[in-house]
C-alpha cells in the first residue's frame, strides 16, 4: 500500500469515528435514527452523520471532495452546537472532521492554489448562506429572540438566579443558587430578607430550609398577611443581594379578582420579548406547564438538567419575570426527559430529584409524581405530572395505560 494510500485509509478511518459519534448523540437525542424527528438537533445530527459517512465512501476516490464534506460536517455541529447543547464526544467528532478536512484541502491548496481556491469558493459561499439562513429561521421559530428583549445580563451578586413560588396567603418559597463564593460561606448566615413593600420594614428574616451540594438554596418565609405586597431577597450576614431581588403578592382569601398568567414552551435560553410583556401584566401569578427548556436530557444526569433549568433561569428576560411573578410549574416532556418522554426515560430519577432541588414548589412526597394543588382565592388549582408516570405511548391499549399514573387518579 503507498503512502498516499495509507493517509486516505487513516482519514478514513478518523472520518468514520466522527460519523459514528454524531450517529450516537442522534441516537441518544431522539430515541432512534430518525432523518425528520422532533428534536430538532436529533435530525440535524442524523443528516451530519450522512454527510461524515459519504465522506468516508468518497475518501479513496477523491480526497479534496472528502475533505469538504467533512468539514460540512463538522461545520454543522458546530452550528448546532451554537443553538443548543451538544455532547462532549460529539464535539470531538466534529474536530476529528474538522482536522481530517483541514488536512484534506492542504495539499492541493499547496500544489495548485488558485485552482483551489476557486473550487473551494462556491461551497463556502453555500455554507455561510446556508448557516445565516438557518440560524435565522431557527431563532424566529424556535430560538431565543421573538423578537429578543433589550434586557441584558446583570452582575453577579450573592446569587447567580433566585426565583419565587409555593405562594399562600401566608407564606411563600424561594429557590437559589447561590454564587461559587457564597456557597463555601457558613449557611448559618444566609436567610432571606422578606419587607413589606410599602414601607420597606423588615417582616422576617428566614434561613434556608436546605442548601443542596449544588448550592442551591431553599427558602420557606412564613407568617405572612394574605393579599400583602413583600419584598425579597437573599442575604449573606449583613449584606443582602443587589441585582436580584424579588416582589410579590400573597394570595388572598375568599373571593377575589386577580390576574393569572400562563405559558409553556420556551426555547432553552429564550430572552424573548413575551415575557417582558407578561411582566408588564403584573399576574399574581406565573403557572408554567411544560417545556421549561428543550434540552431533551433523556440520561440520569442530574447536571446537566441543572444547567439546562440554569440557562433558562439566567436569561434577563426570564430572570426579570420570575423575580417579579411567583411561579407554579409541571413539566411536558423535553424539560422532563426526551421527545414524548414517558415513565421508563433513563432521566427519570434525575429529572425529579432536580426538580425538587431547584423549582420552588408546593409540598411534595419524598419520591414520585411532581403533582401539587393549591388555592387561589376561592379557586383550587391542580398541576398534574402527565410525564413521570405516563405510560409508553407504544404499549397496548388496557386499563394499565394511564398518562397520571394510580398515585394521581
Given at each position: 500500500m503507498s503512502t498516499r494510500s495509507r493517509r486516505r485509509a487513516g482519514a478514513a478511518l478518523l472520518t468514520l469515528a466522527g460519523a459514528a459519534a454524531f450517529a450516537v448523540a442522534a441516537v441518544n437525542r431522539a430515541g432512534e435514527f430518525a432523518l425528520i424527528e422532533r428534536p430538532w438537533e436529533a435530525s440535524a445530527l442524523t443528516w451530519a452523520a450522512l454527510l461524515a459517512a459519504g465522506a468516508v465512501l468518497l475518501m479513496p476516490r477523491s480526497g479534496f471532495a472528502a475533505g469538504l464534506i467533512a468539514l460540512a460536517a463538522a461545520w454543522t455541529v458546530l452550528v448546532i452546537s451554537?443553538?443548543?447543547?451538544?455532547?462532549?464526544?460529539?464535539?470531538?467528532?466534529?474536530?476529528?472532521?474538522?482536522?481530517?478536512?483541514?488536512?484534506?484541502?492542504?495539499?492541493?491548496?499547496?500544489?495548485?492554489?488558485?485552482?483551489?481556491?476557486?473550487?473551494?469558493?462556491?461551497?463556502?459561499?453555500?455554507?455561510?448562506l446556508l448557516t445565516v439562513a438557518g440560524i435565522r429561521v431557527h431563532d424566529l421559530y424556535l430560538g431565543p429572540t421573538h423578537p429578543s428583549s433589550p434586557l441584558g445580563p446583570q452582575p453577579v451578586d450573592l446569587v447567580e438566579w433566585?426565583?419565587?413560588?409555593?405562594?399562600?396567603?401566608?407564606?411563600?418559597?424561594?429557590?437559589?443558587?447561590?454564587?461559587?463564593?457564597?456557597?463555601?460561606?457558613?449557611?448559618?448566615?444566609?436567610?432571606?430578607?422578606?419587607?413589606?413593600?410599602?414601607?420597606?420594614?423588615?417582616?422576617?428574616?428566614?434561613?434556608?430550609?436546605?442548601?443542596?451540594?449544588?448550592?442551591?438554596?431553599?427558602?420557606?418565609?412564613?407568617?405572612?398577611?394574605p393579599g400583602a405586597r413583600y419584598r425579597w431577597s437573599v442575604s449573606l450576614g449583613d449584606r443582602e443581594e443587589r441585582y436580584r431581588t424579588g416582589e410579590l403578592h400573597t394570595f388572598p382569601v375568599g373571593q377575589s379578582t386577580v390576574t393569572i398568567a400562563f405559558g409553556a414552551c420556551a426555547s432553552t435560553g429564550s430572552n424573548g420579548q413575551v415575557f417582558d410583556r407578561i411582566r408588564e401584566a403584573e399576574p399574581l401569578l406565573f403557572i408554567h406547564t411544560g417545556d421549561f427548556h428543550y434540552a431533551d436530557i433523556d440520561t440520569n444526569d442530574p447536571a446537566a438538567i441543572r444547567r439546562a433549568y440554569a440557562?433558562?433561569?439566567?436569561?434577563?428576560?426570564?430572570?426579570?419575570?420570575?423575580?417579579?411573578?411567583?411561579?407554579?410549574?409541571?413539566?411536558?416532556?423535553?424539560?422532563?426527559?426526551?421527545?414524548?418522554?414517558?415513565?421508563?426515560?433513563?432521566?427519570?430519577?434525575?429529572?425529579?430529584?432536580?426538580?425538587?432541588?431547584?423549582?420552588?414548589?408546593?409540598?411534595?412526597?419524598?419520591?414520585?409524581?411532581?403533582?401539587?394543588?393549591?388555592?387561589?382565592?376561592?379557586?383550587?388549582?391542580?398541576l398534574t405530572d402527565s410525564r413521570s408516570e405516563r405510560a409508553p405511548s407504544r404499549a397496548p391499549d388496557g386499563p394499565g395505560k394511564s398518562m397520571l399514573g394510580e398515585t394521581q387518579l
Open positions: 451554537r443553538l443548543g447543547e451538544v455532547p462532549n464526544l460529539t464535539l470531538a467528532g466534529a474536530a476529528l472532521l474538522a482536522l481530517v478536512g483541514s488536512l484534506a484541502l492542504a495539499g492541493p491548496l499547496r500544489r495548485s492554489p488558485r485552482r483551489s481556491l476557486l473550487a473551494l469558493a462556491p461551497p463556502i459561499a453555500a455554507v455561510a433566585a426565583w419565587a413560588g409555593a405562594v399562600t396567603p401566608s407564606s411563600f418559597a424561594v429557590t437559589a443558587q447561590l454564587a461559587g463564593p457564597v456557597r463555601a460561606a457558613d449557611p448559618s448566615a444566609l436567610a432571606l430578607v422578606v419587607r413589606a413593600a410599602s414601607d420597606g420594614a423588615v417582616v422576617g428574616r428566614f434561613a434556608p430550609v436546605t442548601v443542596s451540594p449544588a448550592g442551591v438554596a431553599r427558602f420557606e418565609a412564613g407568617g405572612l398577611e440557562r433558562s433561569l439566567r436569561a434577563p428576560a426570564q430572570q426579570a419575570l420570575w423575580l417579579t411573578a411567583p411561579v407554579a410549574y409541571t413539566w411536558d416532556d423535553h424539560d422532563y426527559g426526551g421527545n414524548d418522554a414517558d415513565r421508563t426515560t433513563a432521566s427519570r430519577d434525575a429529572a425529579r430529584s432536580v426538580y425538587r432541588e431547584i423549582v420552588p414548589h408546593y409540598p411534595l412526597p419524598l419520591d414520585g409524581p411532581i403533582a401539587q394543588a393549591f388555592t387561589v382565592g376561592r379557586v383550587r388549582v391542580i
